[in-house]
């Protein structure tokens, strides 16, 4: 799984179910623990039993999921064709190449011999700092998908406030341009009383006084 890529909707599904619990459809049977995950149904109860998949499930893309020291593993046989894991650490188990599910608790290191072994390793996950054995990225696809989540957000971030800024820019123009056209406005205007003719103009001539006649002789 790559940032920037789109998740499938049934890894985070899968990466919060819990597995191994007991079918409450087939107590009394012996293979009854619920360790298979359906890609095409993404129900809420998502893990079921074998059972279950012989009558609800036959004929669907089924995962089953497996246990290694108490944690959640899936075959790379199984998610290679369906999902990109080519940054998660593999690890051989029982002859077959495996991924966990989910990240697992660290031991803190104590004594100059771990401190040693763990300063002679380069190779680390990019989320939880674990040691790796080979150059890859994640520990886990959990890990991996948080990643990606992190790398999502971000970017839609980023675009956000590009776009803020771009909004910004563009009101700012207009407004310039808006002051700009009233000052040309408010110049047309003056211009335009200036240049008005003489002729409209009102011309006040001083009244002369009271006529009077001349006497007669």
Same mark, same amino acid.
């Given at each position: 799984m790559k940032g920037g890529e789109s998740v499938p909707s049934w890894v985070e599904l899968l990466l919060s179910t819990q597995f191994f619990t007991t079918c409450s459809?087939?107590?009394?049977?012996p293979r009854n623990e619920c360790n298979f995950f359906c890609i095409d149904c993404? +129900?809420?109860?998502?893990?079921?039993? @074998?059972y279950c998949r012989l009558s609800h499930?036959?004929?669907?893309?089924?995962?089953?999921?497996?246990?290694?020291s108490y944690h959640d593993v899936v075959k790379v046989s199984e998610l290679e064709d369906i999902l990109d894991i080519s940054d998660?650490? +593999? @690890?051989?188990?029982?002859?077959?190449?495996v991924v966990y599910l989910t990240e697992r608790p660290q031991l803190r290191s104590c004594g100059v011999s771990n401190t040693k072994l763990s300063s002679s390793q380069t190779y680390k996950c990019e989320i939880c700092s674990r040691t790796l054995l080979d150059d890859f990225r994640f520990c886990s696809l959990g890990c991996n998908f948080t990643a990606i989540k992190r790398d999502n957000e971000k970017n839609v971030a980023q675009n956000g406030i590009a776009s803020n800024a771009k909004d910004v820019e563009?009101? +700012?123009?207009?407004?310039? +341009?808006?002051?700009?056209?009233a000052n040309e406005i408010s110049s047309?205007?003056?211009? @335009?009383r200036n240049?008005?003719?003489?002729s409209t103009r009102v011309i006040r001539h001083r009244r002369k006084g009271i006529p009077r006649r001349a006497p007669f002789f």
């Open positions: 459809s087939h107590l009394i049977s993404q +129900t809420p109860q998502a893990s079921f039993c @074998y499930h036959s004929s669907h893309h089924v995962i089953q999921i497996r246990r290694s998660v650490q +593999t @690890y051989v188990i029982n002859s077959s190449r563009i009101g +700012t123009n207009n407004g310039s +341009t808006n002051a700009g056209s047309d205007a003056n211009n @335009y240049e008005i003719p003489s």
